[in-house]
T-cell receptor
């Protein structure tokens, strides 16, 4: 079945460092891909998405490009801030409604 | 963005009792709600999909008699863990999709409810 594999955490970086969180997927066809973020004490929020190959999703300085050839959707940010500390989930849309999530990556940014 | 609220955020109960968790969409009508379970350091696992006014669709391996889901209105879905046991201790998360969200994948998530069964 469809699955999503994320880089294992936790990831700890200093402020202004470059961030990459790897995400690869296994799916039939070309599903839409998502990154969700969960800040402490809050529910998951959609961070960005891409619906077809070579699409780039971006939001709040984060970017991810849908790479069909490598079945990847890595999350990147050029300069992280303390406020980016959260758990990040990569997900794919299976069918019309079902989201399949990766295991989540906890990111901590130190000042 | 749209707001989904879960209640309670934390609950501790004795083994054998039943616990109800509510999920409300506060500013939109949710035709479909989803219930997930999250184990420590693991992914969110979809338990069931509920559509307003109809029976929930459970994922393989999820006991429908154990996890009762009711979606009686467009703004409220409930998950009842019946005869809870320590192995049911987990973090339960709901999400909701508004009428305009169909087929886009955008869901709005509640804050989650942590259940501890003693």
């Amino acid at each position: 079945g469809d699955s999503v594999t994320q880089m294992e955490g936790p990831v700890t970086l200093s402020e202004e460092a470059f961030l990459t969180i790897n995400c690869t997927y296994t799916a039939t066809g070309y599903p839409s891909l998502f990154w969700y973020v969960q800040y402490p004490g809050e529910g998951l929020q959609l961070l960005l998405k891409a619906t077809k190959a070579d699409d780039k999703g971006s939001n709040k300085g984060f970017e991810a490009t849908y790479r069909k050839e490598t079945t990847s959707f890595h999350l990147e940010k050029g300069s992280v801030q303390v406020s980016d500390s959260a758990v990040y989930f990569c997900a794919l849309l299976q069918g019309a409604q079902k989201l399949v999530f990766g295991q989540g990556t906890r990111l901590t940014i130190n000042p | 963005g749209a707001v989904v609220s879960q209640h309670p955020s934390r609950v501790i109960c004795k083994s054998g009792t039943s616990v109800k968790i509510e999920c409300r969409s506060l500013d939109f009508q949710a035709t479909t709600m989803f219930w997930y379970r999250q184990f420590p350091k693991q992914s969110l696992m979809l338990m069931a999909t509920s559509n307003e006014g109809s029976k929930a669709t459970y994922e393989q391996g999820v006991e429908k008699d154990k996890f009762l889901i009711n979606h009686a209105s467009l703004t409220l879905s409930t998950l009842t863990v019946t005869s809870a046991h320590p192995e049911d201790s987990s973090f339960y998360i709901c999400s909701a999709q508004d009428r305009g969200g169909f087929n886009t994948g955008e869901l709005f998530f509640g804050e989650g409810s942590r259940l501890t069964v003693l």
